[in-house]
């Protein structure tokens, strides 16, 4: 079966840097995606990777492994308006999209 | 301001009743979605459409149907609701078919089926 895995809750104090990891086990690989979702609103995308490596944007960190089934995201200087769920998606050989449940980020001041 | 707007942002409707959710977007992007979010499970495909005047099934498809008569509009009905179809419904659009581009989300829709 097709399976993504992310921790279901993380806690980090403000201006810390905390990981988010994401492994995933999918029949096909297309890439993988980040999104951010504040409480009761649409998720919004942060980061794209389809080769294996880092992508920086700003505060925001993306790695991926293919060969591990491994990514992570990676936040720099927490702010609180980074408390958020974090989705890690990966595009399948079907070019459909294969979501986790997303990972609770919990910023204590 | 350019995006997708869904109607209506919440809604509480007795169980066998038909209800439509909208979906309009303003991108003139080809590609539209339908997914439900429940607590603990990641959003999940209900109907997609690669284009209009097309439309397929995802992952959880039963007890919902969908149209694309044009690019704009993607509504999703229930025709018979039930309370396993509680759940946040949004629906998101890319510029591309083949999927690999990112998706703009609506909203959403909140519904309850008591």
């Known amino acids: 079966g097709q399976n993504i895995d992310q921790p279901t809750e993380m806690t980090a104090t403000e201006g810390a840097i905390v990981q988010i990891n994401c492994t995933y086990q999918t029949s096909g690989f297309n890439g993988l995606f980040w999104y951010q979702q504040h409480a009761g609103e649409a998720p919004t995308f942060l980061s794209y990777n389809v080769l294996d490596g880092l992508e920086e944007k700003g505060r925001f960190s993306s790695f991926l492994s293919r060969s591990k089934g491994y990514s992570y995201l990676l936040l720099k200087e927490l702010q609180m308006k980074d408390s958020a769920s974090y989705l890690c998606a990966v595009l399948g050989s079907n070019y459909q999209l294969i979501w986790g449940a997303g990972t609770k980020l919990i910023i204590k001041p | 301001i350019a995006g997708i707007t869904q109607a209506p942002t919440s809604q509480i409707l007795a169980a066998g009743r038909r209800m439509t959710l909208r979906c309009t977007q303003d991108m003139r992007h080809n590609a539209m979605y339908w997914y439900r979010q429940d607590l603990g499970l990641g959003l999940r495909l209900i109907h997609y459409?690669?284009?209009?005047?097309?439309?397929g099934k995802g992952e959880v498809p039963d007890g919902y149907s969908v149209s694309r008569a044009n690019t704009d509009d993607f509504p999703l009905t229930l025709a018979s609701a039930v309370p396993s179809q509680t759940s946040v419904y949004f629906c998101a659009s890319s510029d591309g078919v083949s999927g690999a581009n990112v998706l703009t989300f609506g909203a959403g829709s909140r519904l309850t089926v008591l």
């Open positions: 459409s690669n284009t209009a005047g097309t439309t």
